[in-house]
Nanobody
């Protein structure tokens, strides 16, 4: 089981930026896809962006052009740089480790998440 710890959330005005970090445990972390999901109470979790084990980034339409996902395997860390934030980006953000390098399936484990609030 790969454990993750998310950080970097906070309160920001619309149009502002935040950088979220996901630190994973174990050497296997660097070989797996890592995804950023967000959850608004009462709604299903949404996959916002993920980076494959090979470093290829993928984005949901809602994140395209505003968010950038990247990884630093030397630090066992995956980042989500969020620019041009909107009130509808308000959510709890979680990272999740894939079952392999592709991002096609995900382990069932979640971190504690980090809260992002965007004021209008």
């Amino acid at each position: 089981q790969v454990q993750v710890v998310e950080s970097g959330g906070g309160l920001v005005q619309a149009g502002g930026s935040l950088r979220l970090s996901c630190v994973g445990s174990g050497s296997i972390f660097s070989t797996r896809a890592v995804g950023w999901f967000r959850h608004v109470p009462g709604q299903t979790r949404e996959l916002v962006a993920f980076v494959t084990g090979g470093g290829v980034a993928n984005y949901a339409r809602s994140a395209q052009g505003r968010f950038t996902v990247s990884r630093d395997d030397a630090k066992n860390t995956v980042y989500l740089q969020m620019n041009g934030l909107r009130p509808e980006d308000t959510a709890d953000y979680y990272c999740r480790v894939g079952r392999d390098e592709t991002g096609l399936s995900w382990n069932p484990y979640w971190g504690q998440g980090t809260q992002v609030t965007v004021s209008s």
